[in-house]
């Protein structure tokens, strides 16, 4: 059993940043793929980012790609999320998730591929 949680979630202005923290315990988070999944009220919930085991591989949406990071530190047991250049389309519920991992480079785009899941930390972008 893993559990995940998030932490990181805030108010934040249109251009600003804000990083978000997952943090593992009862198991190491670098045996999962962990993605970074994102839902509002009314909509399916979306992949942002994701991780392979050993970070051999990374994904990133293509809403995202170029402003957001995914990274591991494993000394910790967390998966960070930078988020840089903040619009107000990415206002949220963010949430982590951990997966069965395959090899170095795999990777899982599809939420309901993950087993473990946090409670979710809101972001919202807005002036």
């Known amino acids: 059993q893993v559990q995940l949680v998030e932490s990181g979630g805030d108010l934040v202005q249109p251009g600003g940043s804000l990083r978000l923290s997952c943090a593992g315990s009862?198991?190491?988070?670098?045996?999962?793929?962990i993605g970074w999944f994102r839902q509002v009220p009314g909509k399916e919930r979306e992949v942002v980012a994701c991780?392979?085991?050993?970070?051999?591989?990374?994904y990133y949406d293509h809403s995202v790609k170029g402003r957001f990071t995914i990274s591991r530190d494993n000394a910790k047991n967390t998966v960070l999320l930078q988020m840089n250049g903040l619009k107000p389309e990415d206002t949220a519920v963010y949430s982590c998730?951990?997966?069965?991992?395959?090899?170095?480079?795999?990777?899982?785009?599809?939420?309901?591929?993950?087993?473990?899941w946090g409670q979710g930390t809101q972001v919202t972008v807005s002036s």
């Open positions: 009862g198991h190491t988070l670098d045996d999962f793929v």
């Open positions: 998730a951990a997966g069965a991992a395959g090899g170095r480079y795999y990777l899982l785009y599809r939420w309901d591929d993950y087993l473990y």
């Open positions: 991780i392979s085991r050993g970070a051999g591989s990374t």
